[in-house]
T-cell receptor, first 115, second 115 residues
Framework: ETGVTQTPRHLVMGMTNKKSLKCEQHLGHNAMYWYKQSAKKPLELMFVYNFKEQTENNSVPSRFSPECPNSSHLFLHLHTLQPEDSALYLC??????????????FGPGTRLLVL | GDSVTQMEGPVTLSEEAFLTINCTYTATGYPSLFWYVQYPGEGLQLLLKATKADDKGSNKGFEATYRKETTSFHLEKGSVQVSDSAVYFCALSEGSGTSYGKLTFGQGTILTVHP
């Protein structure tokens, strides 16, 4: 499945570092999402973008900063993270947002370890 | 708020055994229901979905029926294979103008199939 790609696949960073995660979708979709998948916890929605506009911020700490320059690209900028932020970060896209019937297509994720 | 509850795992079966993974939900309106599967090292893939009561979703031998009266969407397969070993997630999407297609996930059920 190459519809949604994410880079890097693995990332190790210190608490004082700044890094960015990248997501790109090749499906012609207009909505993009960031999710956090931690061990033994349900997937948590972080941010939603619809036609490049942020429509959802699920009470995410400001050390996570999303950017959506166009409908095909989504970034997650990371700075001064904590060890508890270590998780699998998943990007997803859908044709639009706001329709419950829409299927979201997921990327392979970035496995982040914060030391 | 919306919630999804899946049966506790992990589930371990022998090849060709019958599989059931229970899923129940709580929602205020008329959600769409999904099953996603996550193979080791990969992102989530849509397995099947149902968008209204009594609909049956099916794919790759898996089936699930949207039961509004019991608020359930149990996943079944008549004969599992080793290649079905993965984590299975039940999810719902509440459709409304302000929900922006948010997916609410269950905690996931790990399935291991032995030869």
């Amino acid at each position: 499945e190459t519809g949604v790609t994410q880079t890097p696949r693995h990332l190790v960073m210190g608490m004082t570092n700044k890094k960015s995660l990248k997501c790109e979708q090749h499906l012609g979709h207009n909505a993009m999402y960031w999710y956090k998948q931690s061990a033994k916890k349900p997937l948590e929605l972080m941010f939603v973008y619809n036609f490049k506009e942020q429509t959802e911020n699920n009470s995410v700490p400001s050390r996570f900063s999303p950017e959506c320059p166009n409908s095909s690209h989504l970034f997650l900028h990371l700075h001064t993270l904590q060890p508890e932020d270590s998780a699998l970060y998943l990007c997803a896209s859908s044709l639009g947002a706001g329709d419950s019937k829409e299927t979201q297509y997921f990327g392979p994720g970035t496995r982040l370890l914060v030391l | 708020g919306d919630s999804v509850t899946q049966m506790e795992g992990p589930v371990t079966l022998s090849e060709e055994a019958f599989l059931t993974i229970n899923c129940t939900y709580t929602a205020t309106g008329y959600p769409s229901l999904f099953w996603y599967v996550q193979y080791p090292g990969e992102g989530l893939q849509l397995l099947l979905k149902a968008t209204k009561a009594d609909d049956k979703g099916s794919n790759k031998g898996f089936e699930a029926t949207y039961r509004k009266e019991t608020t359930s969407f149990h996943l079944e397969k008549g004969s599992v294979q080793v290649s079905d070993s993965a984590v299975y997630f039940c999810a719902l999407s509440e459709g409304s103008g302000t929900s922006y297609g948010k997916l609410t996930f269950g905690q996931g059920t790990i399935l291991t199939v032995h030869p």
